[in-house]
């Protein structure tokens, strides 16, 4: 099982540990943070761009096409009504120079299949616990 640890910092403000690389998540100033980071909200979206622009990236390598100039748009709203969460996602994956028209359908079957996109088609069981911290003598 992938583990992440996620440490609180100050504040708003905590340090995502990934597999030896930390990332600083926080609040914008207007919401209480020091915005000394992208708000967890954004990294979830975010997660989601870049995984269509792995895929996208990994289609192009595979049948020898040119990547430079690769790049995915990425825009979303939340949810108007309760529990809180992200309502829409809009992603523009923005081809390079020169990509084969004939292409475009079968790089949209594996983008549409990213792995988290496949998570929010088809959401992974999420159980959450509270503990207290452990004190040694």
Known sequence: MATIEV???AGDRFTVGI???DLTVDQPVRDGGTDEGPTPTELFVAGLASCVGFY???FLRRHGLEGDGLRVDC???MAGDRP???GTVDLTVRLPDG???EQRDRLM????HCTVHNSLVRPPQVRIAA???LVTA
């Open 7 to 9: 440490r609180h910092d």
């Open 19 to 21: 597999r030896g690389h």
């Open 56 to 58: 996208a990236g990994r």
């Open 75 to 77: 825009s979303w709203t």
């Open 84 to 86: 809180a969460r992200v």
């Open 99 to 101: 990509f084969p028209e």
């Open 109 to 112: 079957a594996v983008i549409e």
């Open 131 to 133: 503990q207290t911290a």
